[in-house]
């Protein structure tokens, strides 16, 4: 099959799934990945069976190589990548660490580029797929002498692989590496005057500041670019999933605390109520910007605005967002730099109030950081639709 047929092929798999959405969100689904890359890469060579795909970036020395081997080529993770950098010669430590309930491999790793005629620098990792459909081997890359300037953009690239459908609600395999798993801490929260008692993990706070730490200077490479709004959507994108990890407990607590009474007040919609208290909890947070400079992400980890930190509109908004996506309800944050606000946005067909219609979904607005509003009330000075970008997460 030729090059522009591959292209073809591929980008008729995006088009049939999450372009509508997403802007450079890559499915294959034959091996049963999603890589939601940041923006302004093509597709520069591929396999007639899509096993092999290779991605440049349009404005960075980046590269990515997508390689699936098959199952019985290699016994685990950690021979793949060592049998991907002796194919590449290329070399690395090689680490182990289990995500998703599957053991795989990572590895800092240096390689020969024999299309760019230099040596290369960056991070690599290796996933067996589901239904034995093999090792999928990623390889994020650029020369070394600018490498150390593209980390966090290459770091990105590999945390940004879903695997399965509860990867789409999980931390990525970089932050995992990085922040693995471990002990949980109590935590108490007063919602519609009841005591909540969940938990959370001891090194949540730190894991998600990790993550929109990382974002925050992969978006900032795109911010007075033609990339800027899908950038900026993907940076919230991509802190919601790993958010979803970490909040799943704590949404059924809640849930399973105000649901009773919330049932009493609206048998018919009674999640409607609680988005409602969700709304009006957020609203009394103490305010406070994360952060007034360039180089630092204006927004609060949802795991420190939990146990009670400062927050903004955009991390209130995310938060009632994510417990509500756990509890089955459709909801998203808007966005807009006119106005510097974000919004939260649920859908209740049947609730009467301001809404920002996408996809052809009319989401009644919330707006958290004004006291006693309700669902469905906006801002006069705000009501521009026009000015509101969706951020959707995945489903």
Request: glycine share 6%; proline share 3%.
């Amino acid at each position: 099959m030729c090059m522009r047929c591959v292209k073809i092929a591929v980008f008729s798999i995006i088009i049939s799934f999450f372009s509508s959405v997403f802007a450079d969100v890559f499915p294959v689904p034959e091996y049963g990945y999603v890589i939601d890359f940041p923006e302004g890469f093509s597709l520069e060579d591929g396999s007639e069976d899509l096993s092999m795909l290779l991605f440049k970036h349009t404005i960075l020395p980046v590269q990515v190589l997508v390689k699936v081997w098959q199952a019985d080529s290699y016994s685990s993770a950690e021979a793949a990548l060592q049998g991907t950098f002796a194919k590449l010669g290329g070399s690395g430590e090689v680490a182990s660490l289990v995500w998703r309930n599957r053991n795989c491999a990572v590895s800092k790793m240096t390689l020969q580029n024999v299309a760019l005629k230099s040596q290369c620098t960056g991070w690599s990792c290796v996933i067996p797929l589901a239904e034995k459909k093999g090792w999928l081997t990623l390889l994020s890359y650029a020369p070394t002498e600018v490498a150390y300037d593209c980390e966090q953009f290459l770091l990105s690239v590999l945390d940004a692989v879903m695997t399965d459908r509860g990867s789409y609600r999980d931390c990525g395999i970089i932050t995992t590496y990085a922040y693995p798993s471990g002990p949980k801490k109590d935590l108490t929260l007063t919602i519609a005057g009841k005591k909540i008692k969940t938990q959370i993990g001891l090194d949540d706070d730190t894991a998600s500041q990790f993550v929109i730490d990382r974002e925050w200077a992969v978006f900032t490479l795109f911010a007075n670019t033609k990339y800027a709004i899908e950038a900026w959507e993907r940076f919230y994108r991509m802190i919601a999933r790993d958010s979803m990890g970490r909040t799943k407990k704590i949404a059924f607590d809640i849930q399973n605390a105000l649901f009773a009474d919330a049932q009493k007040k609206d048998a018919a919609q009674p999640l409607a109520v609680i988005a409602q208290e969700l709304l009006s909890w957020t609203q009394y947070f103490k305010y406070e910007r994360a952060s007034e400079t360039a180089d630092k992400a204006d927004f609060a980890s949802i795991p420190s605005v939990l146990a009670g930190g400062s927050s903004d509109c955009d991390s209130r908004s995310m938060l009632i967002a994510l417990l509500l996506r756990h509890m089955g309800v459709d909801a998203c944050i808007f966005i807009s730099a006119e106005y510097s606000h974000a919004m939260l946005g649920v859908a209740f067909p049947e609730k009467q109030g301001q809404t920002i219609h996408v996809d052809g979904v009319d989401y009644l607005v919330g707006e958290t950081t004004a006291k006693n509003l309700t669902l469905g009330m906006m801002d006069a000075s705000m009501q521009d639709r026009d000015k509101w970008y969706p951020v959707m997460f995945y489903e």
